[in-house]
């Protein structure tokens, strides 16, 4: 089957996710923000932080996909990504279709595209397009006709970043969205095995990793982070009972500076982490606070990847995230590590759509961003 995605604000990022998950050979990009993923297996959105839409390419006509839907009112919306799209069109071809069901005796209520060729992902997950049986978002790029399968949940990523019972803004708020990234990324979606996240903060990796099967191990180097690690943890499996049955992924948590520390399991499948950012600035740094904050970040990533060098197997993939510079020129500055890296007995994995480089995750005006590293044991 092929799969469009609508790939989320850092396209790049997206893609290499995409990548990850479905390997490069499987992955097409037909516009800046629109993919084309091939995929035996329906993909789960819910599981992916980098799109914000899915939908299975149609092999029968829409006339026949829809006269074919269940029984009951149906709830559809139109969506045109195609480069010379525009909202009149898109709705002139949504009542179309509606009066050729109404025709078919079907019931159709159409979710307004408000001045768009597209149907917003919060509109679309409002409606619950997608979803739900009858509840249908039909998604146009060029001669590609698709439903969708799924819209990126913001309901269920604010809960669980802002219902967890242990937060600190200070350490940094490590968005859900980009720990799935991370996650799937040091995977390549695979449904077993051990994650380390040996910088964990708050625990924002761990959860995510639970969620997604995994049986987790974390570790930093303050006492208060593990006890919100273990809060926000205990709260989850509390909130979800698949996590509470015997078969369930396990965590681990413990103190320890990722500089030196000698981690217990005895194997380690997978490394996903934010490593420390720095303190919180309000204005770009300086030219000689960011000399200084890259020594310490880059003093810092190296003791930690000589540390767990020895401690886990060739072929363990690493995704980190690493911070980067606001500049007044509007561009970030980056470590500029990764020859350094190498060095150390590991190689950067390379992807067909982006270079390391490209590889930054930030809001619009962010003064410290995340720069994304993947990193594969020699």
Not at 95 to 109: C, F, P, Q, T, W
Not at 157 to 164: K, P
Request: glycine share 6%; hydrophobic share 40%.
């Amino acid at each position: 089957m092929k799969y469009l995605f609508i790939l989320g604000r850092e396209p790049q990022l997206s893609l290499v996710e995409l990548e990850a998950l479905f390997g490069s050979s499987n992955v097409q990009r037909l516009a800046p923000s629109i993919a084309l993923v091939s995929s035996d297996i329906e993909p789960n959105l819910a599981r992916i932080g980098g799109s914000i839409k899915c939908a299975r390419v149609l092999e029968e006509k829409l006339t026949d996909y829809l006269f074919n839907l269940p029984d009951g009112k149906i709830t559809l919306g139109f969506s045109d990504y195609s480069a010379k799209a525009n909202a009149k069109n898109t709705w002139k071809l949504a009542m179309k279709y509606k009066s050729l069901l109404a025709r078919h005796g079907r019931s159709v209520r159409l979710v307004p595209n408000k001045g768009s060729a597209t149907i917003s992902s919060a509109t679309a997950h409002h409606n619950q397009l997608g979803n739900k049986p009858n509840r249908v978002e039909i998604i146009l790029y060029g001669d590609y006709i698709a439903t969708s399968v799924g819209v990126q949940n913001i309901t269920a990523y604010a809960h669980r970043d802002q219902a967890r019972p242990a937060r600190d803004a200070f350490v940094g708020m490590l968005p859900p969205k980009l720990a799935q990234i991370l996650i799937n990324l040091a995977t390549s979606g695979a449904k077993s095995g051990v994650l380390l996240d040996p910088f964990c903060g708050t625990g924002v990796v761990l959860q995510e990793a639970m969620l997604d099967s995994y049986s987790v191990y974390g570790t930093d180097l303050s006492e208060k982070m593990i006890d919100y690690t273990r809060r926000n943890l205990n709260w989850l499996i509390d909130k979800t009972p698949r996590l509470q049955k015997s078969t369930a992924p396990s965590y681990f948590v413990e103190s320890g500076d990722a500089t030196d520390h000698q981690w217990q399991h005895q194997k380690i499948n997978y490394v996903a982490s934010e490593i420390y950012l720095g303190h919180p600035l309000s204005n770009p740094p300086a030219e000689i606070k960011l000399k200084s904050l890259k020594s310490d970040a880059k003093t810092l990533l190296l003791a930690f990847l000589r540390n767990i060098s020895p401690q886990i197997t060739s072929g363990t993939t690493l995704a980190l995230a690493i911070p980067a510079w606001l500049r007044p020129n509007g561009h970030y500055s980056t470590l500029d590590i990764l020859d350094e890296i190498q060095k150390l007995d590991y190689n950067t994995t390379k992807y067909k759509y982006a270079a390391p480089s490209d590889l930054l995750y930030y809001r619009e005006n962010q003064i410290v961003a995340r720069q994304i590293i993947v990193l594969r044991k020699k």
